[in-house]
Structure formats: structure tokens, C-alpha cells
């Protein structure tokens, strides 16, 4: 399939299942994503759509995401009520990083504390509202409660993009809220007072990653960590904590593929055992992303075509390719539990769209 092909495809899938709500399916048939959405996820879809001209969708998108968020006004007042009264609060408690697909929080078990899909919302709107000069309605009083949530918690350890490690403060969540922070605040939504609280949750991360969350020259899965996770790509591009032409952003890029790329697809992390511990079309779409901000088009293009080459016959993209596993042993395990892998993942056609803009490949 051309890529042109596989962009009409991309666009048209992700149409199609889109809910009448705004919502984007994680995935449509994967048994423990659907019927829900990630902020985080959804995000980088509806960028995916947008820079595609798809902007009524991706604007529904952005105002589902509104709406469930402004909902949670009052429970975020009262947890940063409790928080300034030094009340530690259980994860169990915080905001959750999935919801249904119209809007509930939804009754099934998940790690569901996870604070960089709040961060790559306010993200997400703002390049969005950018691009197409178009106000998302009830945006502004979401950007507000978003942003009063992040400025609160921002240095609270959640669970990463991948639902592990609880205890930890992920350096890709970090570089979420420190991108999603700085939207909010050039939104003007904020208040005085809610901007400068927020300007300085943005210098407090730069701060304590620079610090705490570095190792061998380049940014840390988390903080104290010696090890790399394909997720902190998006620290550089897109969300600018680190830019690309840093030192330190250079850097992470280069760590990324060299320890965790094999023939252009990219890994989530060394130890990973999810279905074997596959490679990611998504992660080889933020490498190429890094690539083409950095000026290296061809490098970008080979991890475009990657992506493509991971397609089903009928233009499906994977959530991750198991033909070369870091833990072959664990396949049998996962596929036992949830099934095959999830196909299609709406994510990764997002970001085949995403890279795809960058190298000016249209439909």
C-alpha cells in the first residue's frame, strides 16, 4: 500500500470509529481497550486528524475532552484542598487516565493514575486551536481545572504511558506536564494568579529533570534512573522540554535508537515483556518525528515507510510487531489473557498521520 493509500486509510479508520460523543476508541476490537479512550492517546489521534485538515473531528475531540474534564471541576478543588492540608492521597483518588466513550470514569480495574494525558490535552488543544484558528467550546474552564490539577500534583509519582511503576516520577510525564503547562498558560485562560503558579510548575520540572532526571548525558526513564524508555522521544519532539537542538535532546534521541531501535522499529524499554516485548510502530513515529525536526528528512522517511511496511493487507496498524521479541517466552502468556495484539491501535495511525505531515505525504 502507497503511502498515500495508507494515509486515506488512516484518516477514513479513525473516522469511522470515531463516537458520536468526540471520543476516540484506543482501539475498536482490542478486548481491554475498547469501548475506552485515553486523553493521552486521543490526543495524539486528533493531532494526527488535524494536521490532515480533519478539524470539525478533531475539534469534537477536543470538546469531548472539555466537557469530561470540566466535569471533574469540583473533585479537583477538593484534592488540592486535601493536598494543602498535607493529606496524602492514594492513587486510587486521583483524576483517572481513561474514560468511556461517553465520558464516565467506566467500572473496570486499571492503573489508572496517570497525569501526562492531562498535559497532552493542553498540548494537543493548543496546537490544534492554532492550526485552525477555531475556539473548542467550553475549552477555556478545561484548560482552567487541567491546569490547577497539574500545577498541584505535577511532582506526585504516577503510573508512566505504559501502566507501571506507580512509585516512580516518569521523566515522558514530566516533559508532558511541562509542555501541557505552557499551553495553558499562553492560552490566557488562566488567571493571573493560576499563570504564575503554573509558570512556575513549568521552571520547577526543568529544574528537578535537569537535576535528578539525566544519566550518561541524556534524559532517564525516571527520575534516578540509569535507564532509557522510547517514550522520553516525545520530551524533545514534540513537547519541547529539551529541543532538539540541546545537548541533552540530541542526546536522548540518539540513546533511543541506539539501544532500543532494531531495522528502524523502536521499543518501548530493555526489560519490556508486554506480548514479548515488541516493537512499537507509534515510538518509530516519534523517532521519525525527532528525525524530521532535526532536519534529517531521510531518516524521517525510512521510519515512515517502517511504519507502513507493519500495515495488514487492509491498512490496519498494530499497537506492536512480534517478529523480533525481546521475550519470545511471554507471547503465549499475554495472548492467553487479552488475545491477539490489538489491531487496529488508532494511536499508531495518528502517529503514521503526524510523521506523514512532517514529510509534507498527503492523501
Known sequence: ????????????????????????????????????????????????????????????????????????????????????????????????????????????????????GYGTWLWALAAHTARHGEAVPGADRAIRVAARYLTAFWDTPCYDWWEEHVEQRHVSTLGSLHAGLRAAVDSGALSPAEAEAARGAVRGIGELVRAEGTTGGHLAKWLGSGAVDASLLACVEPFGMVPPDDPLGAATVAAVEESLSEDRGVYRYAADTFYGGGRWPLLTGFLGWNHAAAGRAAEAARCLDWIAAQATPDGELPEQVTDLPLAPGMIAEWEERW?????????????????????????
Do not use: K, N
Not at 484518516?11 to 475498536?28: F, V
Not at 470538546?63 to 498535607?86: N, Q, T, Y
Not at 491501535?345 to 510523521?355: A, D, E, R, V
Open 339 to 363: 488475545g491477539p495484539v490489538g489491531t487496529p491501535l488508532l494511536w499508531s495511525h495518528g502517529m503514521y498521520l503526524i510523521l506523514a505531515a512532517e514529510l509534507g505525504v498527503r492523501g
Open 1 to 116: 500500500m502507497s503511502h498515500a493509500a495508507l494515509v486515506r486509510r488512516s484518516i477514513d479508520l479513525i473516522a469511522r470509529h470515531q463516537s458520536p460523543s468526540g471520543a476516540y476508541p484506543a482501539s475498536p476490537t482490542f478486548s481491554a481497550y475498547r469501548g475506552y479512550c485515553w486523553l493521552r492517546d486521543g490526543s495524539f489521534i486528533a493531532e494526527g486528524v488535524s494536521r490532515h485538515g480533519q478539524a470539525r473531528a478533531a475539534g469534537a475531540f477536543h470538546a469531548w475532552c472539555a466537557h469530561v474534564i470540566a466535569s471533574h471541576e469540583g473533585r479537583v478543588d477538593a484534592l488540592v484542598e486535601r493536598a494543602g492540608r498535607g493529606e496524602a492521597i492514594p492513587p486510587g483518588d486521583m483524576l483517572p487516565t481513561r474514560f468511556t466513550l461517553d465520558g464516565a470514569e467506566g467500572s473496570d480495574e486499571w492503573w489508572d493514575f496517570q497525569l501526562d
